[in-house]
């Protein structure tokens, strides 16, 4: 079945300091979205890309995805205090099924 | 508030008793995602409804687990004769169309003694 591995499992920065966190599928994904949770509440939805070698930025988030579709990063710039939280990277392989994996998720911890 | 609401949130329940819990999606939403999530580890896929129709089922879900969406809309998840290992945060997520972000809700938190 499909896998979906993220990394690192953990990162502490300091604040003002970037940060990425990779996503990598044994198969081809016919999309792949990032979600952030917060300590204690539920994933939100952050962005979905879609096409082969798509780039997205929100703000200081930037989200791309691989040309191969099979990977995916997302990197913040300068982080803040409120980037803290777990983010996690949700795949939907190409074979058309509806079953979402997300990978472990990336704990971020922000030192001010 | 017209998000994806869970109840109850918190359920503590001994091992062997049944549960069952319940999602409202958001309104307009015809897919419906239920998962476990443990700590450190992201959600983890348990079953897909589009309108009423359950269409997918993890291989990981045992036969103590049932859902439903009798009417497409609310959904219930029941877990049969409760083990220890039951106890999770169980979330629920719908979504609209090809686009399919899915919005989860708070979540129903399970312990099981």
């Known amino acids: 079945g499909q896998q979906v591995m993220q990394i690192p499992q953990y990162q502490h920065v300091q604040e003002g300091e970037d940060f990425t966190t990779y996503c990598n599928s044994s198969t081809t994904l016919s999309n792949i979205q990032w979600y952030k949770q917060r300590p204690g509440g539920h994933p939100v939805f952050l962005i979905q890309l879609v096409k082969s070698g798509e780039v997205k930025k929100q703000k200081r988030l930037t989200f791309q995805f691989g040309e191969a579709k099979k990977n995916s990063s997302l990197h913040i710039t300068a982080t803040q205090t409120t980037d803290v939280g777990t983010y996690f990277c949700a795949a939907r392989d190409s074979g058309g099924y509806q079953k979402v994996t997300f990978g472990i998720g990336t704990k971020l911890q922000v030192i001010p | 508030d017209t998000g994806v609401s869970q109840n109850p949130r918190h359920k503590i329940t001994k091992r062997g008793q049944n549960v069952t819990f319940r999602c409202d999606p958001i309104?307009?939403?015809?897919?419906l995602y239920w998962y476990r999530q443990t700590l450190g580890q992201g959600p983890e896929f348990l079953t897909y409804?589009?309108?009423?129709?359950?269409?997918?089922k993890s291989r990981l879900l045992s036969d103590r687990f049932s859902a439903e969406r009798p009417k497409g809309s609310f959904s219930t998840l029941e877990i049969q004769r409760t083990e220890q290992g039951d106890s999770a945060m169980y979330l629920c997520a719908s979504s609209l169309g090809r686009l399919d972000t899915q919005y989860f809700g708070p979540g129903t938190r399970l312990t099981v003694l």
């Open positions: 409804f589009q309108n009423e129709a359950q269409l997918e």
């Open positions: 309104s307009e939403h015809n897919r």
